[in-house]
Protein backbone atom coordinates (compact mmCIF):
# COMPACT_ATOMS: atom_id res chain seq x y z
CA UNK A 1 0.00 0.00 0.00
CA UNK A 2 1.80 3.87 -1.00
CA UNK A 3 2.14 5.88 1.77
CA UNK A 4 -0.87 7.88 0.42
CA UNK A 5 -3.00 5.23 0.88
CA UNK A 6 -1.49 4.80 4.04
CA UNK A 7 -2.01 8.67 5.16
CA UNK A 8 -5.70 8.54 4.00
CA UNK A 9 -6.85 5.20 6.09
CA UNK A 10 -4.87 6.96 9.16
CA UNK A 11 -6.93 10.25 8.81
CA UNK A 12 -9.93 7.88 8.28
CA UNK A 13 -9.83 6.45 11.15
CA UNK A 14 -9.01 9.14 13.11
CA UNK A 15 -12.57 10.63 11.80
CA UNK A 16 -13.90 7.73 12.33
CA UNK A 17 -13.40 7.60 15.94
CA UNK A 18 -13.83 11.31 16.16
CA UNK A 19 -17.48 11.42 14.66
CA UNK A 20 -18.24 8.16 17.58
CA UNK A 21 -16.83 10.69 20.58
CA UNK A 22 -19.10 13.34 18.91
CA UNK A 23 -22.10 10.74 18.94
CA UNK A 24 -21.30 10.10 22.62
CA UNK A 25 -21.35 13.83 23.71
CA UNK A 26 -24.70 14.54 22.35
CA UNK A 27 -26.19 11.31 23.76
CA UNK A 28 -25.05 12.65 27.08
CA UNK A 29 -26.06 15.83 26.74
CA UNK A 30 -28.78 15.75 29.65
CA UNK A 31 -26.46 13.62 31.67
CA UNK A 32 -25.51 15.65 34.93
CA UNK A 33 -22.00 16.18 35.63
CA UNK A 34 -20.59 15.25 32.15
CA UNK A 35 -18.10 17.27 29.99
CA UNK A 36 -17.79 16.74 26.71
CA UNK A 37 -15.30 15.48 24.48
CA UNK A 38 -13.36 15.35 21.36
CA UNK A 39 -10.38 13.69 20.02
CA UNK A 40 -6.92 15.65 19.11
CA UNK A 41 -5.75 15.45 15.63
CA UNK A 42 -2.69 13.20 15.20
CA UNK A 43 0.29 15.49 15.09
CA UNK A 44 1.89 16.37 11.68
CA UNK A 45 3.96 13.69 10.31
CA UNK A 46 6.54 14.87 7.36
CA UNK A 47 6.16 12.26 4.79
CA UNK A 48 1.99 12.42 4.93
CA UNK A 49 2.89 16.07 4.42
CA UNK A 50 5.60 15.42 1.61
CA UNK A 51 2.76 13.10 0.11
CA UNK A 52 0.27 15.67 -0.05
CA UNK A 53 2.00 18.35 -0.47
CA UNK A 54 1.25 21.42 -2.44
CA UNK A 55 3.38 23.69 -4.78
CA UNK A 56 2.92 27.73 -4.69
CA UNK A 57 3.05 29.19 -7.55
CA UNK A 58 2.78 32.43 -6.44
CA UNK A 59 4.24 34.09 -3.19
CA UNK A 60 0.60 36.06 -2.62
CA UNK A 61 -1.10 32.32 -2.53
CA UNK A 62 -1.80 30.97 0.74
CA UNK A 63 0.09 28.45 1.85
CA UNK A 64 -1.36 24.29 2.12
CA UNK A 65 -1.08 23.44 6.14
CA UNK A 66 0.23 19.97 7.09
CA UNK A 67 -0.97 17.05 6.96
CA UNK A 68 -1.87 14.66 10.00
CA UNK A 69 -1.38 11.54 10.86
CA UNK A 70 0.29 9.28 13.84
CA UNK A 71 -1.48 9.31 17.26
CA UNK A 72 -4.75 10.27 18.34
CA UNK A 73 -4.93 11.82 21.53
CA UNK A 74 -8.53 13.13 23.42
CA UNK A 75 -9.20 16.31 25.58
CA UNK A 76 -12.23 17.26 27.90
CA UNK A 77 -14.34 20.40 27.57
CA UNK A 78 -12.73 22.93 29.44
CA UNK A 79 -16.57 23.52 30.73
CA UNK A 80 -16.36 26.97 29.22
CA UNK A 81 -20.33 26.41 28.85
CA UNK A 82 -21.91 24.87 31.93
CA UNK A 83 -25.51 24.19 32.74
CA UNK A 84 -26.69 24.47 35.75
CA UNK A 85 -26.46 20.64 36.12
CA UNK A 86 -22.90 21.05 35.78
CA UNK A 87 -23.24 19.65 31.63
CA UNK A 88 -20.92 21.05 29.40
CA UNK A 89 -22.28 20.18 25.88
CA UNK A 90 -23.50 22.23 23.41
CA UNK A 91 -25.79 20.46 20.75
CA UNK A 92 -25.25 22.82 18.42
CA UNK A 93 -21.31 22.91 18.89
CA UNK A 94 -21.26 18.88 18.54
CA UNK A 95 -23.02 18.69 15.15
CA UNK A 96 -21.18 21.93 14.02
CA UNK A 97 -17.98 19.67 14.38
CA UNK A 98 -19.62 16.49 13.45
CA UNK A 99 -20.97 17.91 9.98
CA UNK A 100 -17.00 19.51 9.42
CA UNK A 101 -16.15 15.69 10.36
CA UNK A 102 -18.18 14.01 7.55
CA UNK A 103 -17.47 16.68 5.26
CA UNK A 104 -13.54 15.72 5.68
CA UNK A 105 -13.99 11.98 5.93
CA UNK A 106 -15.82 12.81 2.06
CA UNK A 107 -13.29 14.65 1.09
CA UNK A 108 -10.59 11.58 2.14
CA UNK A 109 -12.96 9.12 0.01
CA UNK A 110 -13.45 11.29 -2.81
CA UNK A 111 -9.38 11.80 -3.16
CA UNK A 112 -8.76 7.65 -2.58
CA UNK A 113 -11.24 6.98 -5.27
CA UNK A 114 -9.73 9.79 -7.72
CA UNK A 115 -6.42 7.77 -6.27
CA UNK A 116 -8.20 4.57 -7.52
CA UNK A 117 -9.49 5.77 -10.81
CA UNK A 118 -5.83 7.47 -12.01
CA UNK A 119 -3.75 3.91 -11.41
CA UNK A 120 -6.76 2.05 -13.36
CA UNK A 121 -6.17 4.45 -15.87
CA UNK A 122 -2.36 4.11 -16.11
CA UNK A 123 -2.70 0.18 -16.24
CA UNK A 124 -5.45 0.71 -19.04
CA UNK A 125 -8.48 -0.67 -17.02
Known amino acids: ???????LATRMDYLTARQGVLAGNIANADTPGYLSQDLVAPKSNSSFA?????????GMHMSAGQGSSTGIGSKVSSAAYMQHNGNAVR?????????????EYQMM??????????QKLALGR
Open 1 to 7: MSSLYAA
Open 109 to 118: TQLYSKQMAM
Open 50 to 58: KTLSQTRTN
Open 91 to 103: IDDELNKMNQTKI
